[in-house]
């Protein structure tokens, strides 16, 4: 008798692994197929394989023109692994791209008004990230708390800069 439940017994079990097998097969391939986040990480990896025009144009390109929107939004945090992308792939933005890229530093400015002020003028146009306006915003109005209280020696002819333009100066246009 034992020998002929034996091979039902083995049937069943060969059965409950293979289920498993397949569930756990089916669950890796679901979490392989969702796409994942754009980290800081991913996006240096990818300019130090393929260059910083390469990644600005599969980014802005038409398999995902919204990939340049997530590292904006990266940017934006204020994230100083986001902020150190800023000096490769500003060079590489034009246009709307170059806009998107100082409204991201403008929101970066709130959280971490250290780290943007560093990148002015060699990867931020103050005018553009620091520009008052009217009537000022609740962006601004943090943004100039935030650089008002950078006290970082090296940082002061940004921060000086920055003021200006939220005080309403205009920038001067080379003759």
């Given at each position: 008798?034992?020998i002929?439940?034996l091979?039902?017994?083995?049937?069943?079990?060969?059965?409950?692994?293979?289920s498993?097998?397949?569930?756990?097969?089916?669950?890796?391939?679901?979490?392989?197929s969702?796409?994942?986040?754009l980290?800081?990480?991913h996006?240096?990896?990818l300019?130090?394989a393929?260059?910083?025009?390469?990644?600005?144009?599969?980014?802005t390109?038409?398999?995902?023109?919204?990939?340049?929107?997530?590292?904006?939004?990266?940017?934006?945090?204020?994230?100083?692994?986001?902020?150190?992308l800023?000096?490769?792939?500003?060079?590489?933005?034009?246009?709307?791209?170059?806009?998107?890229?100082?409204?991201?530093?403008?929101?970066?400015?709130?959280?971490?008004?250290?780290?943007?002020?560093?990148?002015?003028p060699?990867?931020?146009?103050?005018?553009?990230?620091?520009?008052?306006?009217?009537?000022p915003?609740?962006?601004?109005?943090?943004?100039?708390?935030?650089?008002?209280?950078?006290?970082?020696?090296?940082?002061?002819?940004a921060k000086?800069?920055?003021?200006r333009?939220?005080?309403g100066?205009?920038?001067?246009?080379?003759?």
């Amino acid at each position: 008798m034992l020998i002929r439940l034996l091979p039902l017994v083995l049937g069943a079990a060969l059965a409950a692994g293979c289920s498993q097998a397949e569930t756990s097969a089916e669950a890796e391939s679901a979490a392989a197929s969702e796409p994942q986040a754009l980290t800081a990480e991913h996006v240096a990896n990818l300019i130090a394989a393929d260059g910083a025009a390469h990644t600005v144009a599969v980014l802005t390109g038409p398999a995902d023109p919204t990939g340049i929107d997530k590292v904006f939004a990266g940017i934006a945090t204020g994230a100083p692994e986001w902020l150190a992308l800023v000096p490769t792939i500003q060079p590489e933005t034009d246009g709307m791209y170059a806009e998107g890229l100082q409204d991201a530093l403008a929101d970066a400015l709130t959280h971490n008004a250290p780290g943007v002020l560093a990148l002015i003028p060699d990867h931020a146009d103050a005018y553009f990230v620091c520009g008052a306006t009217s009537p000022p915003d609740a962006r601004m109005i943090a943004g100039r708390a935030a650089v008002d209280a950078v006290t970082v020696p090296t940082l002061q002819a940004a921060k000086a800069e920055c003021i200006r333009y939220f005080e309403g100066a205009e920038p001067e246009l080379a003759e």
